[in-house]
């Protein structure tokens, strides 16, 4: 009876050791629900300051457009909201050497960057940048206007994001460079806020650099279940033993959400729909003929599981750089529907070409790099996995059985 | 389409409606951004019961009945802290307050326990909101931990003041909230691990193999390779500044201009001595034992004859 008692303390002892060495732990609820308030009320001031600058935007560029027609050709550079006498250096060296990378721009489109002022916005301290996007007039299927906000420094010169500027041009230049798009493009492009067209590498970068900035090729949301389990779920002991984070590390890539998974593993079905059907991230409020802006975090929504993630927004800056501009160009005219003027322009299937370019994108990801998790579908126990374990039980029942043996005592 | 027909096209599309939707979303965007200012003012107002515990060389210490007895300790040890690499410049005329906060807790709704602030105020103390970051549910364990998180802060509030051309080198801030040791640590490591031409230079002492990985100076040979992180920009800087003694901080925000004349001005040196004795500073940390620490080794070995012992004592030892 002792010895048992003593195995028992000693096995309570060898826990208590381990769960318990590291310092104690945080209370489960440090903050109140005043902070959840602040954050609630952060982020619905950031969205109205968002639509607000969007619109206030787009009323300039209308106004602008309806008393003074766009010339073709270079792209003419107005500020509002900054009085006169100002100029952005800065930003007509950007829009210069962007034009430049393009070449001969099509004759049919006129292109308006407009710098609004920023400073109003700024006031609120919403800790994101003003409306950046294009406004593609829905009577006028030539003209695209370019907006971003500066700010006045030195009282003369405006101060601007490159990146933000470089975010407005993006659905411009592509005009500039390949024309009016077709219907199914300039549809697909609207349904999608332009999702897949906001990057501009396709002037400059070399074919071989992966482009990406290591980012997943399909936009990664958490499903709310996840952040739920985070916030209120498990016991100290379950927070101790890492299990949510465990289960986290060694679940597939569900981040991108169940289609670019299929697509991953192959189904260029499901490839297709990732693109065809690629969720937008705007927002309602936002009149269709703006493009969308980039979401400024991760979000989560309760299908992320299962819905299709919006494509990398670099998708259509990698066909154009892997498939030459004159290939993309016959794409991007193309009047027929989407996937057979992908196969005409290119000779291959747009499920296919954009399983490699996912398959491609996602070995060179930060993700990969640090988490290495495997897409498999379906039942992912590897053959290996019961053999090892038939194994060592078996070793260890021997070893079990031959200790045993030894001891026994014949009377 | 004649120019005044598109016109009057594009004026309809700019009608009322749109002018209308803009401004109801920035009336909006006011309301909601006073709202959330006056959540934060109530959360201040709760912490009546703070009041002044020491003053030194211009700064006071305030808190609330939790931490009076640490109080004092904090400020010597944030004021040691700060002038190590600042001096005793300030972020501005206006002076400076930063209020860290801890210890609230709530259950089904209500308040179980109230909060505990600490604050640490520059005079002139002029309650200037831009000076004044309210860091709610800092972890305040111990005095040590509650001058980081303040010193963490203060860098924050200094670098605002800085010149445009460093912040924008620096990237990630100056990260005093993170403790010297692993700082340092991990600047060593990403020193002694980066693969780059340039970064490989730098580990074998070319001050301009380090200039180039910091990000500070470009050296021209096209397969240099990449630069490092941020983190040890920001360990750089903090050398420099150490380097420099008490004028540093004062002659880095009057240098203005490139990044290496204002490093090499806060540190007092030529910028190849700051950068060579900055990476002979990092080598020196390098370890000279292996990172299984003698209590995980035992727990280790104690777990493992524990299962052997169960596992041999199956069986009857008659």
């Known amino acids: 009876?002792?010895?048992?008692?003593?195995?028992?303390?000693?096995?309570?002892?060898?826990?208590?050791?381990?769960?318990?060495?590291?310092?104690?732990?945080?209370?489960?609820?440090?903050?109140?629900?005043?902070?959840?308030?602040?954050?609630?009320?952060?982020?619905?001031?950031?969205?109205?300051?968002?639509?607000?600058?969007?619109?206030?935007?787009?009323?300039?560029?209308?106004?602008?457009?309806?008393?003074?027609?766009?010339?073709?050709?270079?792209?003419?550079?107005?500020?509002?909201?900054?009085?006169?006498?100002?100029?952005?250096?800065?930003?007509?060296?950007?829009?210069?050497?962007?034009?430049?990378?393009?070449?001969?721009?099509?004759?049919?489109?006129?292109?308006?960057?407009?710098?609004?002022?920023?400073?109003?916005?700024?006031?609120?301290?919403?800790?994101?940048?003003?409306?950046?996007?294009?406004?593609?007039?829905?009577n006028d299927s030539g003209t695209c206007v370019a907006m971003t906000s500066g700010i006045l420094k030195d009282g003369r010169e405006i101060d601007i994001r490159q990146s933000q500027l470089d975010l407005a041009l993006a659905p411009c230049l592509l005009r500039a460079a390949f024309g009016v798009p077709g219907r199914p493009m300039r549809e697909w492009l609207e349904r999608t806020g332009h999702a897949a067209a906001r990057s501009n590498a396709w002037l400059d970068r070399p074919r071989s650099i992966l482009d990406g900035r290591g980012q997943l090729p399909w936009e990664p949301m958490y499903d709310e279940t996840w952040s739920g389990l985070y916030a209120g779920g498990g016991t100290s002991l379950i927070r101790r033993l890492a299990t949510v984070e465990l289960i986290m590390m060694l679940a597939p890539p569900y981040l991108m959400g169940g289609p670019a998974l299929r697509c991953l593993a192959g189904n260029t079905a499901e490839c297709s729909r990732t693109v065809l059907d690629s969720t937008s991230p705007r927002w309602e409020a936002l009149p269709g003929d703006l493009t969308g802006f980039q979401s400024w975090s991760r979000r989560a929504r309760p299908d992320a599981l299962v819905s299709v993630h919006p494509v990398g927004?670099?998708?259509?800056?990698?066909?154009?750089?892997?498939?030459?501009?004159?290939?993309?160009?016959?794409?991007?005219?193309?009047?027929?529907?989407?996937?057979?003027?992908?196969?005409?322009?290119?000779?291959?299937?747009?499920?296919?070409?954009?399983?490699d370019w996912g398959i491609r994108q996602r070995l060179g990801s930060w993700e990969e790099r640090y988490s290495r998790k495997s897409v498999v579908l379906g039942a992912n126990l590897a053959p290996s996995w019961p053999l090892l374990a038939l194994g060592w039980t078996a070793a260890a029942l021997l070893l079990a059985a031959w200790t045993a043996r030894r001891r026994q005592v014949t009377a | 389409m004649s120019r005044l027909g598109v016109g009057v096209l594009f004026l309809a599309l700019a009608g009322p409606l749109a002018a209308q939707d803009a401004a109801a979303w920035r009336d909006s965007a006011y309301r909601l951004s006073a709202e959330r200012q006056r959540v934060w003012d109530s959360l201040k107002q709760d912490d009546?019961?703070?009041?002044?515990?020491?003053?030194?060389?211009?700064?006071?210490?305030s808190a609330s009945s939790e931490y009076r007895a640490f109080a004092e300790e904090v400020l010597d040890r944030f004021d040691a802290a700060r002038r190590r690499w600042f001096g005793?410049?300030?972020?501005?005329?206006?002076?400076?307050?930063?209020?860290?906060?801890?210890?609230?807790?709530?259950?089904?709704?209500?308040?179980?326990?109230r909060p505990q602030?600490?604050?640490?105020?520059?005079?002139?103390?002029?309650?200037?909101?831009?000076?004044?970051?309210?860091?709610?549910?800092?972890?305040?364990?111990s005095p040590e931990k509650a001058a980081q998180r303040f010193l963490g802060e203060y860098g924050t509030l200094m670098m605002s003041s800085a010149p445009a051309a460093i912040r924008r080198w620096l990237r990630a801030g100056l990260l005093l909230d993170m403790g010297e040791d692993s700082r340092r640590e991990r600047a060593?490591?990403?020193?002694?691990?980066?693969?780059?031409?340039?970064?490989?230079?730098?580990?074998?002492?070319?001050?301009?193999?380090?200039?180039?990985?910091?990000?500070?100076?470009?050296?021209?040979?096209?397969?240099?390779?990449?630069?490092?992180?941020?983190?040890?920009?920001?360990?750089?800087?903090?050398?420099?500044?150490?380097?420099?003694?008490?004028?540093?901080?004062?002659?880095?925000?009057?240098?203005?201009?490139?990044?290496?004349?204002?490093?090499?001005?806060?540190?007092?040196?030529?910028?190849?001595?700051?950068?060579?004795?900055?990476?002979?500073?990092?080598?020196?940390?390098?370890?000279?034992?292996?990172?299984?620490?003698?209590?995980?080794?035992?727990?280790?070995?104690?777990?493992?004859?524990?299962?052997?012992?169960?596992?041999?004592?199956?069986?009857?030892?008659?």
């Not at chain 1, 318990?20 to 950031?46: C, K, N, Y």
């Not at chain 1, 193309?334 to 070409?353: K, T, V």
């Not at chain 2, 520059?122 to 364990?141: H, K």
Request: proline residues 5%; glycine residues 10%.
């Open chain 1, 1 to 138: 009876m002792l010895r048992w008692l003593a195995a028992a303390a000693l096995v309570l002892g060898a826990l208590y050791v381990t769960l318990f060495r590291a310092a104690p732990p945080v209370p489960e609820s440090a903050s109140g629900p005043e902070f959840t308030r602040i954050a609630d009320l952060m982020s619905r001031q950031r969205r109205a300051m968002i639509l607000w600058s969007a619109l206030a935007a787009r009323d300039s560029a209308l106004a602008r457009l309806a008393v003074s027609a766009v010339p073709p050709g270079e792209p003419r550079i107005l500020a509002t909201g900054f009085g006169s006498e100002v100029v952005s250096k800065e930003a007509e060296a950007q829009v210069r050497r962007r034009w430049r990378a393009v070449g001969a721009a099509d004759s049919s489109v006129r292109t308006l960057v407009l710098l609004y002022n920023g400073a109003e916005f700024d006031t609120l301290r919403s800790q994101v940048f003003p409306y950046s996007g294009a406004l593609l007039p829905a």
């Open chain 1, 313 to 355: 927004d670099w998708f259509l800056s990698d066909i154009i750089r892997q498939e030459g501009r004159d290939r993309f160009a016959r794409f991007w005219r193309s009047e027929q529907p989407l996937e057979a003027s992908f196969r005409e322009a290119f000779g291959r299937e747009l499920g296919e070409w954009t399983r």
């Open chain 2, 48 to 61: 009546a019961e703070i009041e002044e515990i020491a003053r030194r060389s211009g700064l006071v210490v």
């Open chain 2, 88 to 113: 005793a410049a300030l972020p501005g005329p206006a002076g400076f307050r930063i209020t860290l906060r801890q210890g609230e807790s709530w259950s089904f709704g209500r308040q179980t326990s």
């Open chain 2, 117 to 141: 602030s600490l604050s640490i105020a520059g005079v002139p103390d002029t309650g200037d909101v831009r000076l004044a970051p309210f860091v709610p549910d800092a972890n305040l364990g």
């Open chain 2, 188 to 318: 060593m490591y990403s020193l002694v691990t980066g693969v780059g031409k340039a970064q490989r230079a730098c580990v074998q002492g070319d001050a301009t193999g380090c200039a180039h990985a910091l990000g500070i100076r470009r050296s021209g040979d096209p397969d240099a390779g990449g630069e490092y992180y941020p983190l040890v920009r920001a360990d750089m800087l903090l050398a420099a500044l150490e380097q420099g003694g008490q004028g540093a901080w004062t002659r880095l925000m009057a240098a203005g201009g490139a990044v290496e004349e204002g490093l090499a001005a806060a540190a007092g040196t030529p910028a190849d001595s700051m950068l060579v004795r900055w990476r002979d500073g990092l080598l020196a940390l390098q370890p000279d034992r292996g990172p299984l620490s003698l209590s995980a080794a035992g727990l280790i070995l104690g777990w493992s004859a524990l299962i052997l012992a169960a596992g041999l004592a199956i069986a009857r030892w008659v």
